[in-house]
């Protein structure tokens, strides 16, 4: 099948997908000669999750298009990177990292013996490599070496010289692996164009980049092995996927901090009929099986254990700081939820699915407030509606229009999806404050921090009862005028 791939059909199968490739016209001068050789690599340090399936479904489009392929687990980097990985879980690490890559190709069928899986030591302490790092060292401004890893290298207020290493020895990898092109997310782009200005000074040939995107978390931000509620890991038990996916965030009409969606364009789809974050947990879970299945070996379990031991937990707040201990409790009298009267409402310049309303919340100003709300309510049924706000998330942009709250709806899911907008009691004035019964005491956060994910975590006990009533925790949702309804959507979700 390779063979019968016109120069034309490989470049397109393999630039589908990405953001960016610094260096088109080489890369079609290549093809029309021979196959391409790239390699992908990955610092062993925290976990690998599913995010990596992304760069995995690149591997295989490589392949498909006959490019002779390396992965490089790039232990040493995984050190210089602030010792994200310590020096005597080193070779544990790049054990795991081989062993649940290899795990993650299969599952999507890709042949490993098409693949060459190569080690950072087994040639970055060569003679050779350790000259080159010392001529490209003296070449190389502080400044240019620092801005190169700002994406990548963990920033500190006191950071080591190790970090500022790990751009050059990325750069001279590409020489070292006698590869054409390297492959990363675009969180590696100024790695890239580092390599590109400083390997020609050493004799070097300047080589092609291509960058794939980056999948937001599910919480909105970057997917992080350090983070945990943005992530999934590939272990995970199918209990908790189910779990991080309720939670995930997936606003209707918000596309560009979509972790779901994107993870559906990048590894799943075409996606079948039905619930989207449904479909994502079956889809995931299929993904995963055999990689959990393979980890259940006596020999891999042990390599887990020693590879991520388990962390001590902190100690417990004293007793006498209560503050911390309120910032860090779950209850819904940290929402600042309020009533709000729609005073206009249009299409969003840059977006059909969405509107883009002024909305009085009882402030001198009205808020403007971004919704995905086209395709479920008519305009005119907006206008000048009571409706139920979320004011203390912090202020997002939405296709250049920052939405500074957010409009709560009740909603079910699947095919013939519904949404309608939470009703406040009728007599309700904009700027009255929501509550849970049992809850009016507490104050809100001035602003939720979204690493918190304080909204996330009680969202997901946000429900619409048997009656039409908006509940957390099976407790009502009230003013003091009485209970948040919605029309008609019993048993629905809110969000």
């Not at 990405?18 to 001068?29: S, Y």
């Not at 050059?168 to 969180?187: H, I």
């Amino acid at each position: 099948m390779t063979n019968s791939l016109s120069p034309e059909e490989k470049y397109d199968l393999i630039t589908r997908n990405l953001q960016e490739v610094l260096g088109e016209e080489k890369l079609k001068e290549i093809l029309k000669e021979r196959e391409l050789k790239i390699y992908w690599g990955t610092a062993t340090t925290g976990k690998p999750h599913v995010a990596y399936f992304v760069p995995m479904s690149k591997i295989a489009d490589f392949l498909k298009a006959g490019c002779e392929v390396t992965i490089l687990f790039a232990d040493l980097h995984a050190y210089l990177d602030n010792m994200k990985a310590p020096w005597d879980l080193l070779e544990l690490r790049t054990q795991y990292y081989e062993q649940v890559i290899k795990a993650m190709l299969e599952s999507i069928e890709v042949p490993l013996e098409k693949l060459k899986f190569v080690k950072g030591t087994d040639f970055q302490l060569s003679r050779e490599y350790t000259l080159d790092v010392y001529k490209l060292s003296s070449t190389v401004t502080q400044h240019d070496a620092k801005k190169a890893g700002a994406e990548v290298v963990k920033q500190v207020d006191h950071p080591l010289l190790s970090g500022l290493l790990y751009p050059g020895l990325q750069a001279l990898d590409e020489e070292y692996l006698k590869v054409d092109a390297q492959f990363g997310g675009v969180d590696q782009r100024k790695i890239f164009t580092f390599a590109e200005k400083y390997l020609p000074s050493l004799g070097y040939t300047k080589r092609i980049h291509m960058m794939n995107p980056m999948v937001p978390g599910l919480t909105g931000g970057k997917m992080s092995s350090s983070e945990e509620e943005s992530k999934i890991d590939l272990l995970d038990r199918k209990e908790d996927v189910k779990k991080k996916l309720k939670k995930a965030f997936c606003e209707p009409g918000n596309i560009e901090s979509n972790g779901v969606l994107s993870f559906v364009k990048h590894v799943i789809f075409p996606l079948h009929s039905g619930d989207l974050k449904n479909s994502v947990e079956a889809a995931l879970n299929k993904l995963m099986d055999p990689i959990r299945k393979k980890f259940e070996s006596p020999e891999l379990r042990k390599l887990t254990n020693a590879a991520y031991p388990a962390q001590s937990k902190p100690k417990a707040a004293a007793k006498g700081n209560p503050k911390n201990a309120e910032e860090d409790e779950m209850v819904p009298s940290r929402l600042d939820i309020r009533v709000g009267k729609v005073v206009s409402v249009e299409k969003h310049p840059e977006a059909d699915s969405l509107y883009l309303e002024k909305i009085d919340v009882g402030e001198a100003e009205p808020r403007t407030v971004v919704s995905g709300l086209v395709a479920f309510v008519p305009a005119s049924e907006l206008q000048d509606r009571l409706v139920v706000l979320l004011c203390n998330l912090k202020p997002q942009k939405m296709r250049g229009i920052e939405s500074q709250a957010m409009l709560l709806c009740a909603s079910t899911e699947g095919e013939g999806r519904r949404v309608e907008p939470l009703d406040p009691p009728a007599g309700s004035a904009p700027g009255e404050r929501v509550f849970v019964e049992g809850y009016e005491a507490g104050k809100p956060d001035d602003e939720l921090k979204p690493k918190k994910k304080v909204f996330e975590k009680l969202q997901a006990d946000f429900k619409i009862s048997g009656e039409c009533v908006a509940q957390w925790n099976q407790k009502n949702f009230m003013t003091k005028l009485g209970l948040i309804t919605c029309k008609s959507l019993k048993g629905g979700n809110i969000s």
